[in-house]
């Protein structure tokens, strides 16, 4: 199974993400796929059962970053936004492998947001000291899907991200839900003290992202704002997948 993932099987969707304050396109999250239609985290699942969690996680970062540079949008200086997992950041291949990948692709490393998932056990004292080197080389670092696991707010803490992904989970039934606006408000106020910057998953509807904005909500993703389809160069095909 995983032989054939990390062929010519495997492939990327690319889902954009708006500063929805300006209506201007920051940059794409690849999302990985398979041509077998296998749910993303059972691939995964398998590659880590089979002990090639890392293989697996490596190949799809470079099939992705070879994807996105064959783009024209990655000219126009657009973030790629990438999952990676916390046993993967702290392989002792990772920093070698991702360094060859942005002098590979001449990619401006400042492009490349590394989202860290919580899927898995984290040792975040090992991906915390991970974290400098791969800062040097320029890039950029994300929590995946905050609030939605036991350790996101440690995470938070420990880790300093440059980005914070706020679960769907926040933006469901937002219009009645006054404790969920008083979260996102918090988490606004943080990441302006400590510098770093709230994105919103999961917009599928014109009254939650009314109600984004006007709570100063600057960096947003979901349906409503376009959904997950191939690059191509000329451009993102909006096809639904």
């Known amino acids: 199974m995983i032989e054939s993932q990390q062929g010519l099987d495997m492939y990327h969707l690319f ?30 699942r398998i590659a880590k059962k089979e002990k090639r969690l890392y293989e697996l996680d490596s190949r799809s970062i ?9 783009a024209d949008d990655s000219k126009g200086r657009k973030k790629l936004f990438l999952n990676v997992f916390p046993s993967t950041i702290i392989n002792p291949n990772f920093l070698p492998f991702i360094s ?8 401006m490393s400042q492009q490349i947001i590394l989202e860290i998932v919580e899927s898995e056990q984290i040792n975040l004292e090992k991906v915390k000291m991970a974290l400098p080197e791969l800062k040097k080389l ?42 969920k606006k008083d979260v996102i408000f918090s988490l606004l106020n943080f990441c302006e003290k400590y510098n770093s910057n709230l994105i919103v998953e999961g917009v599928e509807d014109e009254i939650s992202l009314a109600i984004l904005k006007g709570l100063g909500v600057k960096y947003a993703q979901g349906y409503l704002l376009g959904r997950p389809s191939l690059l191509s160069r000329t451009g993102v095909a909006y096809n639904d997948y």
């Open 138 to 179: 320029g890039l950029k670092i994300a929590v995946d899907d905050f609030g939605k696991g036991s350790t996101s707010i440690r995470m938070l803490l420990e880790l300093q991200p440059d980005f914070i992904k706020l679960d769907r989970y926040f933006v469901t039934e937002l219009f009645s839900n006054e404790p």
């Open 15 to 44: 889902q954009p993400i708006y500063d929805v304050q300006k209506w201007h396109l920051v940059g794409y999250e690849g999302l990985f796929r398979t041509i077998h239609s296998i749910n993303p985290e059972e691939s995964f």
């Open 62 to 70: 470079h099939k992705a970053f070879a994807t996105y540079q064959l």
């Open 100 to 107: 060859s990948i942005i002098q590979e692709n001449r990619f």
